[in-house]
């Protein structure tokens, strides 16, 4: 067991570029989460996979943002035209059907100048 | 709306003293609940979870807490507080609906 994975841990990109963030899940978690986390604030939901399937997407992602999971095992979440009210932690999470807790990755911080 | 409050964005504590930091949550019907730590530029780690079983939840690192669906409350405790406790402390609910709703946090300060 070899914990959730993130890549890259930072990223510092200006507005209006797009950025693609990896999560790599515990191996035999189907279920898997993108939250985000602005400064002093708790992680806010984004989205989640059950396998590929994308069930469901918190209103927060707007329609530059778009997230993937093609096999059922990693994922990623893409941003297109980056604006500085982007800037955060984006958290991947993931988790076994039938149990309850998440485990969290190190997260990506993103800066857009 | 259901909703997870903590009280106290800010505790600070003695070392070797007792922690307590608060967490009520609000819904119809009690959730399920964890408390998770996070240190600078860190992810979430587990701490424990209250999923129906016992009311009193023993997690790692000597913190505990008790659900009390009456006052609607999780409070997470430690008997003696350690400088290696610093951190920011969340507390979560899954309402039942496959995702965690957080409250905004709590950082302990720990003084020597």
């Known amino acids: 067991d070899t914990g959730v994975s993130q890549d890259p841990r930072h990223k510092i990109t200006k507005r209006g570029q797009n950025v693609t963030f990896r999560c790599d899940p515990i191996s035999e978690h189907n279920r898997l989460y993108w939250y985000r986390q602005t400064l002093g604030q708790g992680p806010e939901f984004l989205t989640y996979f059950q396998n590929e399937a994308q069930l469901e997407k918190s209103r927060l992602l707007s329609d530059r943002f778009s997230a993937e999971r093609p096999k059922g095992s990693f994922s990623t979440l893409e941003i297109q035209r980056t604006e500085q009210g982007d800037s955060a932690m984006y958290l991947c999470?993931?988790?076994?059907?039938?149990?309850?807790?998440?485990?969290f990755g190190p997260g990506t911080r993103l800066t857009v100048t | 709306a259901q909703s997870v409050t903590q009280l106290g964005s800010h505790v600070s504590v003695s070392e070797g003293a007792l922690v307590l930091l608060r967490c009520n949550y609000s819904?119809?019907?009690?959730?399920?609940l964890f408390w998770y730590v996070q240190y600078p530029n860190q992810g979430l780690q587990l701490l424990l979870k209250?999923?129906?079983?016992?009311?009193l939840v023993k997690g790692i690192n000597g913190f505990e807490a008790e659900f009390k669906k009456s006052e609607t409350s999780f409070h997470l405790t430690k008997p003696s507080a350690h400088m290696s406790d610093a951190a920011e402390y969340f507390c979560?609910?899954?309402?039942?609906?496959?995702?965690?709703?957080f409250g905004t946090g709590t950082r302990l300060t720990i003084i020597p």
């Open positions: 979560a609910a899954d309402f039942g609906n496959e995702k965690l709703t």
């Open positions: 209250y999923t129906s079983a016992a009311t």
């Open positions: 819904s119809s019907v009690p959730p399920y």
């Open positions: 999470a993931s988790r076994r059907d039938g149990d309850y807790e998440q485990y």
